[in-house]
């Protein structure tokens, strides 16, 4: 269990990885895996460390936010793009077809005529 490891060191805590370090008690909690995130009563966000004891828990939430976002956006970006231009190539051969069918109707009259 990860409370034996409580008043020691940060480093023995995570090397378990199903604990928590609080810096506030020195305490090795149990990592609660039915909630995302760690709640205050448990420890603050600030003071928590999983993972690594350099890091706070909170910094490590944000950087994955930011890293998860940098994919997310370039691929989104991509699909609107591609969806663009997907519109824009199945549109040009209509104006196309138009404009040709306009000069062959230009054409036709301009033989009646002569």
Same mark, same amino acid.
């Given at each position: 269990?990860?409370?034996?490891?409580?008043?020691?060191?940060?480093?023995? +805590?995570?090397?378990?990885?199903?604990?928590?370090?609080?810096?506030?008690?020195?305490?090795?909690?149990?990592?609660?895996?039915?909630?995302?995130?760690?709640?205050?009563?448990? +420890?603050?966000?600030?003071?928590?460390?999983?993972?690594?004891?350099?890091?706070?828990?909170?910094?490590?939430?944000?950087?994955?936010?930011?890293?998860?976002?940098?994919?997310?956006?370039?691929?989104?970006?991509?699909?609107?793009? +591609?969806?663009?231009?997907?519109?824009?190539?199945?549109?040009?051969?209509?104006?196309?077809?138009?404009?040709?069918?306009?000069?062959?109707?230009?054409?036709?009259?301009?033989?009646?005529?002569?």
């Amino acid at each position: 269990a990860c409370s034996e490891f409580s008043q020691r060191s940060c480093e023995e +805590c995570l090397k378990n990885v199903s604990c928590l370090w609080c810096y506030t008690n020195n305490t090795c909690i149990d990592y609660p895996v039915r909630s995302i995130l760690p709640s205050s009563s448990l +420890c603050s966000l600030s003071n928590a460390r999983w993972g690594v004891c350099w890091i706070k828990f909170e910094v490590l939430i944000i950087a994955i936010a930011v890293v998860a976002g940098l994919i997310l956006v370039p691929i989104a970006v991509c699909c609107c793009y +591609c969806c663009y231009c997907r519109r824009r190539s199945r549109s040009r051969p209509d104006e196309e077809e138009e404009r040709l069918a306009r000069k062959r109707e230009e054409r036709r009259l301009q033989s009646l005529q002569r």
